[in-house]
C-alpha cells in the first residue's frame, strides 16, 4: 500500500531555532513529492515541490531534501519565526498519476513560541 | 503563483438543508478540480475528482447523491452538501489544476457546521 508517514507528529521549538521534519514514503513510482504549509483553518500552501530526480529545493527560509534510494525528504526550517506555527504536510504523487490523486502524509504540527 | 477562491469561508446551516460551496480557478483554467474535507487534526481526504464537462469520479464511501458535484467551466466548480447532518460538519477544500499537469493549487478551505 502506497504510503507516506511523518515525523513527528507534533514538534515545539523557540523562535529563531532551526529544525527539521521528516516524511517517509514507500510510494513507488514517483512523479514528484510536495511539501505544504497548513495554517489553522486555512488551505494547504505550496513549499516546495521535487521531481524524483532532484536533492534538494529550496524556498526563503525552508529547505527540502529528497534521497529517492532510501525514500526519505526532510523540510529544514531556518531561523523560526512565529508565523511558522502550522501543520506541514508531506505529499507524494504516484508517477501513474491516477488522474492527479495525490497521496498526503499526516502533517507535523509546528509550535514556534517566543 | 496560481490562485483560487472558494466561497463561502464559513458557513453554519440547520440540518436538513443544502449547502453549495463555490471553488473558482482565478487566473488559470482548471481542467481538473479536486474536493477534500478535513476532520480536526487529520490530513485531507479526496472526495472526488472532476474534469471540466463531465461527471465527477466519486472516491469509495463518498456518496455521490449526497454530495453533488458540477464543474460546468474551467474556472468554477460547485460542491453542494444535500440533505445536510451535523456529521457533515468539516473542512472542505478544493484544489485546481491547469495545464502544468502537475501542480495543484489549493484553495483557503471552507468551514462548514451543521446544527
Known amino acids: 500500500k502506497n504510503q507516506v508517514e511523518q515525523s513527528p507528529q507534533s514538534l515545539i521549538i523557540l523562535e529563531g531555532k532551526n529544525c527539521t521534519l521528516q516524511?517517509?514514503?514507500?510510494?513507488?513510482?514517483?512523479?514528484?513529492l510536495r511539501w505544504y504549509k497548513q495554517d489553522t483553518g486555512r488551505g494547504p500552501v505550496s513549499l516546495t515541490i521535487?521531481?524524483?530526480?532532484?536533492n534538494t529545493k529550496s524556498n526563503g527560509r525552508y529547505t527540502a531534501t529528497l534521497d529517492a534510494d532510501t525514500k526519505q525528504s526532510s523540510l529544514h526550517i531556518t531561523a523560526s519565526q512565529l508565523s511558522d506555527s502550522a501543520s506541514y504536510i508531506c505529499?507524494?504523487?504516484?508517477?501513474?498519476?491516477?488522474?492527479?490523486?495525490?497521496?498526503f502524509g499526516q502533517g507535523t504540527e509546528l509550535s514556534v513560541k517566543p | 503563483g496560481a490562485v483560487v477562491s472558494q466561497h463561502p469561508s464559513r458557513v453554519i446551516c440547520k440540518s436538513g438543508t443544502s449547502v453549495k460551496i463555490e471553488c473558482r480557478s482565478l487566473?488559470?483554467?482548471?481542467?481538473?478540480m479536486f474536493w477534500y474535507r478535513q476532520f480536526p487534526k487529520q490530513s485531507l481526504m479526496l472526495m472526488a475528482t472532476?474534469?471540466?464537462?463531465?461527471?465527477?469520479?466519486?472516491e469509495q464511501g463518498v456518496e455521490k447523491d449526497k454530495f453533488l458535484i458540477n464543474h460546468a467551466s474551467l474556472t468554477l466548480s460547485t460542491l453542494t452538501v444535500t440533505s445536510a447532518h451535523p456529521e457533515d460538519s468539516s473542512f472542505y477544500i478544493c484544489?485546481?489544476?491547469?495545464?502544468?499537469?502537475?501542480?495543484?493549487?489549493f484553495g483557503p478551505g471552507t468551514r462548514l457546521t451543521v446544527t
Open positions: 484544489s485546481a489544476r491547469g495545464v502544468a499537469l502537475y501542480e495543484q493549487y
Open positions: 516524511c517517509n514514503y514507500t510510494v513507488s513510482p514517483f512523479s514528484n
Open positions: 521535487m521531481t524524483f530526480s532532484e
Open positions: 505529499v507524494v504523487s504516484p508517477t501513474y498519476n491516477q488522474g492527479g490523486k495525490l497521496i
Open positions: 487566473d488559470f483554467q482548471a481542467t481538473t
Open positions: 472532476s474534469n471540466e464537462g463531465s461527471k465527477a469520479t466519486y
